[in-house]
């Protein structure tokens, strides 16, 4: 049996590159206001958890799991593979994120200003900002995604 004959088999590097190609990154919208918004929440949660961890550990792994769970949705997002998931509500789901953190933060960071550390204060100067940014987000979700789509479930 040769497989010379048969269309479509190459190299397992061209089939390996060919499977990752659903992972092309939209450099549009890294540059856009949602992008930049998440990369903003990104590198702000990656600068809390630093600063619990120099001082406060016990509070790190709020700003940890908050930094993966924005990591995961920057790289769905800039990726579009998000599309993949249809029946998920996306603008639900990244609402009910940005309201999460900002109750999380909220409390984390309250409670770290308590220590009178230097970097648990910074922390919570951190950690006002990101709730701020946090809140734009999710007001922005709110505005362009639901408030549309409820007018349109009314009208229908």
């Known amino acids: 049996c040769s497989m010379l004959g048969v269309v479509g088999t190459g190299p397992?590097?061209?089939?390996?590159?060919a499977g990752l190609e659903g992972f092309a990154v939209d450099k549009t919208f890294l540059s856009s206001l949602k992008g930049i918004l998440l990369e903003t929440e990104l590198a702000l949660t990656f600068i809390i958890f630093i600063c619990f961890t120099a001082s406060i550990s016990a509070y790190m792994a709020a700003a940890l799991l908050e930094f993966f769970i924005t990591l995961a949705f920057l790289f769905l997002y800039a990726t579009q593979y998000y599309q993949r998931f249809d029946r998920l509500n996306w603008p639900c789901l990244d609402f009910l994120r940005c309201v999460s953190a900002i109750i999380i933060f909220l409390v984390v960071?309250?409670?770290?200003v308590t220590s009178?550390?230097?970097a648990a204060i910074a922390a919570?100067?951190?950690?006002?900002?990101?709730?701020s940014v946090f809140a734009y987000d999710a007001f922005k979700i709110y505005r362009t995604e639901m408030v549309p789509r409820a007018a349109q479930g009314d009208q229908q």
């Open 12 to 17: 397992p590097e061209e089939g390996a590159a």
């Open 109 to 112: 960071s309250f409670a770290a």
């Open 116 to 118: 009178r550390d230097g």
């Open 124 to 131: 919570f100067v951190f950690g006002i900002i990101l709730v």
